[in-house]
């Protein structure tokens, strides 16, 4: 806890460039950002952020090695008492949450659609000089824009804080889904709880960062503990609601169904809640009704040297981006890894376990990829019983806490 207090007062006492973008390096973020905390350390720079970072993954190393003879009442007081830290501080390493108010504001405030235009159409919005996507269009999906409308009467500051409340809600909501989960696999609470809500990159990264993440895991969780009480039209229903916040969600669903013997009632599931998403986005989107419904928009374009296959890239073969060679043979490897794991599935294989390196494989293969991606996987590590995806939620959290530490040439 005094490691993620250290973090978050310093990023909160700047000047600090990883909580915002460049132009408030110098003169620092106004206090309804910065939140109590400023002023209480030092600045976040390069040198202090790695240093905190290695020590917080050195702890929770421990933690998750330890985790079998932690007593639960303590696990559950120490997540609590971090997201309350998280809470407080302003939002770290990247400006998502302007990003989410910005859309938001284009639609309830602006009467512009957000899958059809920019933040840059309305500059003289409070949230502009804030935002980090000035020329893109929300690559969000329709739930969670939508429900992101509910902010804008809020104001900027408002917006922000209600929206830092609702995720450390969701970050919470979803470990408690885990806790239910673990009970009903009948599978040790405290070490799934640890592994999830402990890791650094998600309380740093995700948490801390305000990003939508936890909204959808909660649908993706909800989803898994309907399927396994035997609830499969809600369970789809669930899944599919989660994809229609971020896609990444919809991952799950074939998973589910493979193994579901009640097939017929997981497809209905979804198919009643992608109507009611088809229905919301014509009502709220309906001019840009495909791009609410395939929400990649110019960001799904984007590749980072600090993904795996620009990693690849630059190692083997000395680029500066991603080669497309690269990206082609991930998309193709994802593709052949995913058939593999539904045919192991329907054939009787462990769901969750498959679907978790299904997980993995997006993450490997992804041309983009950020921290905090590694909440995609963990809750499978941690409800599996699966030693080698725990091993492999671990390793891609150390690589992903690597590559991007602000270090050259990145």
Not at 133 to 158: E, I, Q
């Amino acid at each position: 806890m005094l490691v993620v207090f250290l973090f978050v007062a310093a990023a909160a006492s700047g000047p600090f460039r990883f909580v915002i973008n460049h132009h408030f390096v110098s003169s620092g973020l106004p206090g309804w950002i910065n939140g109590p905390l400023a002023g209480l350390s030092p600045g976040l720079g390069e040198q202090r952020l790695i240093v905190l970072s290695l020590v917080l993954f050195g702890l929770y190393l421990a933690a998750v090695a330890l985790a079998d003879t932690m007593r639960l009442g303590w696990v559950i007081a120490a997540i609590l008492a971090l997201h309350a830290i998280l809470l407080v501080g302003p939002p770290l390493w990247l400006t998502d949450a302007f990003n989410y108010l910005g859309f938001a504001r284009l639609g309830a405030l602006h009467g512009l659609n957000p899958y059809g235009a920019t933040p840059s159409a309305v500059p003289g919005d409070a949230v502009f000089q804030y935002v980090t996507w000035p020329h893109l269009t929300s690559p969000y999906g329709p739930l969670f824009t939508a429900a992101s409308y509910v902010l804008v009467p809020l104001g900027a500051s408002g917006g922000l804080w209600a929206l830092k409340v609702g995720v450390v809600a969701g970050s919470l909501g979803c470990l408690a889904l885990v806790w239910k989960l673990a009970e009903a696999l009948e599978r040790p609470v405290a070490p799934a709880l640890v592994l999830v809500g402990l890791n650094p990159l998600v309380l740093l990264y995700g948490v801390g960062g305000v990003h939508n993440d936890p909204f959808m895991l909660l649908l993706v969780l909800g989803g898994m503990l309907w399927a396994i009480r035997g609830r499969a039209a809600l369970s789809g229903a669930a899944i599919l609601g989660a994809a229609a916040v971020k896609v990444t969600g919809g991952l799950v669903l074939p998973f589910v169904w493979a193994a579901s013997r009640e097939k017929w009632r997981v497809m209905f599931g979804a198919a009643v809640a992608g109507a009611g998403v088809v229905a919301l986005s014509v009502i709220l989107f309906g001019s840009h009704l495909g791009s609410a419904l395939t929400p990649f928009s110019d960001q799904g374009n984007a590749t980072s040297l600090r993904s795996f296959p620009g990693q690849i890239s630059q190692a083997f073969l000395g680029q500066r981006d991603v080669s497309p060679t690269v990206q082609v043979v991930a998309h193709v490897v994802f593709a052949l890894v995913l058939v593999g794991l539904l045919v192991r599935t329907w054939r009787g294989g462990d769901w969750i376990v498959n679907a978790g390196w299904a997980m993995v494989a997006l993450l490997l293969t992804l041309p983009w990829v950020m921290p905090w991606y590694v909440a995609w996987v963990l809750p499978f590590a941690a409800l599996a019983g699966d030693r080698r995806l725990r091993g492999a939620a671990l390793a891609l959290t150390a690589f992903l806490l690597v590559v991007r530490m602000p270090y050259p040439p990145f």
